[in-house]
């Protein structure tokens, strides 16, 4: 595997890392029952703060995919997510959530016309499993509507990835640009959201904006920019896979800030998905491997 696709995997698998950060961030920082502000202030303020830098505007066709895509990967998602949040367990929701990689697995076929790779179906079972084992969900009676709700979170997240990859971007405008249009569109999506059900927050303390602050630079434009930028260089499956460093994050940073447990069902959950994550380079130098080198073709 060259050295630069493994920068581009480290570089977009910052983006996941970062947002598995923001459980912990809502906890101990944030107002209590407001999902849809925290949304749209993680999206709003950091798609207006790129397009500040970059000043770039769309022109065609481009104005209705950024909203297409806005909504997909920002506005329809995190609406999902919050909804399904209500409704179900939260280490529930984050399972159905982290199965974003199936549906880009079979939208690429469709979209993209991809083969099927038997390799990503392993990576993307082994994944799944580390998941289960990692969230250990309760066996109790479920929402089914939450269950629904989520599930098109990942379809919607799913189908936001292979479509970057299907249109790319504009000749004339920066994969940042595209980001921060993105984020604009999703953000007001949200925003209407926001102002329909929890309406304008009054009071704030100086945690709250420390806590928000967090949610616009390093949640808003650093983990979008990074993760968009990876999704245009990468495969669409292998983005989607990194998307599973999310809950591992967030189970993390629960062990080590907020006293969660973590046993050992937790510890193999976590070997699953590094082992998945990493499946290709393992196929990459074993093949290397068997392969004659070029002393011995030349001998």
Known sequence: MPS???K???????????????????QTLLPADTPFTAATIRALPAGILILLWTRQTLSGGWWVKAMVLGTLNIGLFFTCLFAAAYRIPGSMAALLLASQSVWVLLL??????????????????????GVVMLLNPGQGGLDMTGVGVALLGAVSMAAGIVLSKRWQRPPDVSQLSLTGWQLIFGGLLLLSLAAWSEGIPTTLEPQHLLGYGYLILPGGVLGYSLWFAGVQRLPAFSASLLGMLSPLTATVLGFL??????GSLQWLGTLCIASALTFPLWVS???????????????
């Open 4 to 6: 630069s696709h493994l």
């Open 8 to 26: 581009v995997l480290a570089m977009t698998a910052t983006a996941p890392i970062i947002w598995g950060s923001t459980y912990l961030v809502t």
């Open 285 to 299: 130098l074993k093949r290397r491997s068997t392969q004659p080198s070029r002393h011995e073709l030349t001998r």
């Open 108 to 129: 690429s076929r469709w979209w993209l016309e991809t083969d099927f790779n038997m390799t990503a179906a392993m990576q993307c079972g082994l994944g799944m499993v």
């Open 257 to 262: 800030w907020m006293g969660e447990s973590f």
